[in-house]
């Protein structure tokens, strides 16, 4: 049974900085490409950043690109989501997902796009 689990969120001052991690288990976890999402208060939950299966590629969301860096240690089975110079519009829940396919880092920006999905860390950021 896959499963992923985020940790790292909390509340943090507006340019502060702070990691998130997602840990898989039950799975290949260097047979996934995987991807952060975000979802603020009443809103839809959009596409932050993907990452390949072996790290050697990255795709970020025009919002959070040269601030947010995502990464990955196939033998920790665990992914990362560095997130510096956090402004108030930051604030969301973060939600990690898996995609067992090869496609192309750009075509995985939707929440369809992916199978497997961990439960969320909040994450606050103060003005």
């Known amino acids: 049974q896959v499963q992923l689990v985020e940790s790292g969120g909390g509340l943090v001052q507006a340019g502060g900085s702070l990691r998130v991690s997602c840990a898989a288990s039950?799975?290949?976890?260097?047979?996934?490409?995987m991807g952060w999402f975000r979802q603020g208060p009443g809103k839809d939950r959009e596409f932050v950043a993907a990452?390949?299966?072996?790290?050697?590629?990255?795709y970020y969301a025009d919002s959070v690109k040269g601030r947010f860096t995502i990464s990955r240690d196939n033998a920790k089975k665990t992914m990362y989501l560095q997130m510096n110079s956090l402004k108030p519009e930051d604030t969301a829940v973060y939600f990690c997902a898996a995609d067992p396919t090869a496609r192309l880092l750009s075509l995985l920006t939707t929440t369809s796009e992916y199978d497997y999905w961990g439960q969320g860390t909040q994450v606050t950021v103060s003005s």
């Open positions: 039950g799975v290949t976890f260097s047979g996934y490409a």
């Open positions: 990452i390949s299966r072996s790290g050697g590629r990255t």
